[in-house]
């Protein structure tokens, strides 16, 4: 008997060498870790939509109240910035010489898989929240936060074997990655311009010097593949402006909605649009979510989606599935 007890001590005393650390201490190290107030993250991030999946090289900083993203479209390069200084929040596209200002809660409004502390948050207020150990490292499991897109439930936070954050996938309600961050590279104690998280460093006076004479014809019309139950296309009409022309479809039926379509030109000064709404990062871009409209900028294009009776995750899925479509607007009547 007393042998037995022994080879029973020896087993368990060699389980915990070898890696039978306490989880709960694991899950708790994580949140102390990466909740912090100052970091520089690099990494990419790939959004799947139903039809196609975009990368984007992410960088994220933060040092205090302030944040910065930066999302350059691994494709075609194409780059946005998402900017939090004080109580201002900014979407800047660089190649369009412009930007929307918002007065939002961002990032505080809900989960950023990108952003490590609000990983952090996540795993901090899902009590039910989940660790696992793995042949490499650890997996939670948590809830997420959402508030646009009720079908993102869960995200796994993979951690290597010393609890280094090394990837995190927000999942959908079928278990299925939407959004994957591979993080390449964390620094928790990075040294910051002083004015780098001034709108003003996001300024080049020069950026566009001479592409405002760049055509504003749109020459193709992007549909929805998605249309809500018992929605049809009523008319499709193209409007002359003073730079080109602007498409509008109008559908109608149980969930009526209104798409506008024109050339995304840049403009020589660097111009604010002011906004009453949220920054929000669909899979071909960041947009402007105010009440029941989307704005948004893909592929040289700018759309403007709103309707008065179907809710913004409606909206969303018809934004994302315009990715390949189209028919030449000398089509339209």
């Known amino acids: 008997m007393k042998k037995y007890i022994l080879l029973m001590a020896l087993v368990l005393i060699f389980a915990v060498g070898c890696g039978g650390r306490d989880l709960s201490k694991v899950k708790e190290e994580f949140i102390k870790n990466i909740d912090a107030s100052t970091y520089l993250m690099e990494g990419t ?11 984007y090289k992410v960088t994220a900083a933060r040092d205090g109240d302030n944040y910065r993203v930066s999302l350059v479209n691994e494709l075609n390069g194409h ?7 004080g109580s201002e929040v900014y979407v800047v596209t660089p190649s369009l010489n412009k930007s929307f200002k918002f007065q939002s809660d961002w990032p505080a409004n ?35 936060n959402y508030p646009n897109n009720a079908n993102l439930v869960n995200e796994r936070i993979h951690l290597c074997e010393n609890g280094e954050l090394k990837q995190v996938e927000v999942l959908d309600a079928s278990d299925n990655a ?26 080049d006076e020069e950026c566009c010097e001479g592409e405002e004479t760049v055509s504003g014809v749109l020459e193709d019309v992007i549909f929805p593949l998605y249309v809500p139950l018992n929605t049809y296309l009523i008319s499709k009409d193209s409007v002359n402006t003073a730079t080109g022309n602007r498409v509008i479809l109008t559908f109608a039926g149980e969930s009526p909605f209104t798409l506008i379509e024109e050339v995304a030109r840049p ?43 179907i809710p913004v995750s409606q909206l969303l899925t018809i934004a994302e599935s315009m990715q390949k479509t189209s028919i030449p607007v000398a089509g339209l009547k």
Do not use: C
Not at 46 to 51: L, W, Y
Not at 79 to 85: D, H, K, M, N, V
């Open 45 to 55: 991030m790939t959004i799947v939509s139903e039809q196609d999946s975009f990368s």
């Open 79 to 85: 780059e946005q910035i998402i900017l939090r200084t």
């Open 110 to 144: 809900g989960s950023q898989a990108y952003l490590i502390d609000s990983l952090a948050h996540d795993v901090k207020n899902d009590t039910e929240a989940i660790i696992e150990q793995t042949d490499d490292g650890y997996v939670i499991t948590a809830k997420v």
């Open 178 to 203: 939407r959004i994957t961050v591979m993080f390449n590279n964390i620094d928790f104690n990075p040294s910051f311009d002083a004015d780098f998280f001034s709108l003003e460093s996001l300024i």
């Open 267 to 309: 403009r020589t000064e660097f111009e604010v649009i002011p906004m009453h709404g949220e920054p929000l990062v669909l899979s071909n871009g960041v947009g402007a979510l105010t009440g029941n409209s989307l704005h948004w900028t893909a592929n040289n294009i700018q759309y403007f989606l709103s309707s008065d009776s």
